[in-house]
T-cell receptor
Framework: DVKVTQSSRYLVKRTGEKVFLECVQD?????MFWYRQDPGLGLRLIYF???????EKGDIPEGYSVSREKKERFSLILESASTNQTSMYLC?????????????FGEGSRLTVL | KQEVTQIPAALSVPEGENLVLNCSFT??????LQWFRQDPGKGLTSLLL?????REQTSGRLNASLDKSSGRSTLYIAASQPGDSATYLC??????????FGTGTQLKVEL
């Protein structure tokens, strides 16, 4: 079975702190994604990556950056956390570049910024 | 811009009932459509993936159909069980590898 693991299920941070959210997949997937999910707004794409060291902006990249130094790992970075970044963050991965295949999600990381 | 709508937003049914969840999308130029299940506070679990060239996919008690020309997909759940209670989301993959999600249908199956 495909496994997408997010390092932290729950985090509480203070405004201005730097936050790292880690995601690891074990299926040698090329594509990896970071979404945030908010009530009434659904899932919104923050960043995605097709390969190591590659990254592309999604719909809401402001306030975030990403890093993909190894194929299996995709990190989301909040340089200076703000209260409006309180949310559920979901990492996903998929196989096949181009016309993508099935998307697999991690369990989510619920971030609260005080 | 692709828009994905799921109706109804919430549904409550008695155990054992067969039910249909609906998903509609505005741009028929899609690569695939995927149905997910999400339990409260958890991530999304993939249920079924239908490629644009396919008409339906089946897994156990679940059957998903796709009518690209009319911009519709349905998820049929047979003999519903309380364990099926969750939020069900559909997502379509369009050009540029953009996945657009619907807002979900919250299903409750009652004993």
């Amino acid at each position: 079975d495909v496994k997408v693991t997010q390092s932290s299920r729950y985090l509480v941070k203070r405004t201005g702190e730097k936050v790292f959210l880690e995601c690891v997949q074990d299926m040698d997937h090329e594509n990896m994604f970071w979404y945030r999910q908010d009530p009434g707004l659904g899932l919104r794409l923050i960043y995605f990556s097709y390969d190591v060291k590659m990254k592309e902006k999604g719909d809401i990249p402001e306030g975030y950056s990403v890093s993909r130094e190894k194929k299996e790992r995709f990190s989301l970075i909040l340089e200076s956390a703000s209260t409006n970044q309180t949310s559920m963050y979901l990492c996903a991965s998929s196989f096949i570049r181009g016309t993508t295949g099935e998307l697999f999600f991690g369990e989510g990381s619920r971030l609260t910024v005080l | 811009k692709q828009e994905v709508t799921q109706i109804p937003a919430a549904l409550s049914v008695p155990e054992g009932e067969n039910l249909v969840l609906n998903c509609s999308f505005t741009d028929s130029a899609i690569y695939n459509l995927q149905w997910f299940r999400q339990d409260p506070g958890k991530g999304l679990t993939s249920l079924l993936l239908i490629q644009s060239s396919q008409r339906e996919q089946t897994s156990g008690r679940l059957n998903a159909s796709l009518d690209k020309s009319s911009g519709r997909s349905t998820l049929y759940i047979a003999a519903s069980q309380p364990g099926d209670s969750a939020t069900y989301l559909c997502a379509v993959m369009g050009g540029g590898n953009k996945l657009t999600f619907g807002t979900g249908t919250q299903l409750k199956v009652e004993l």
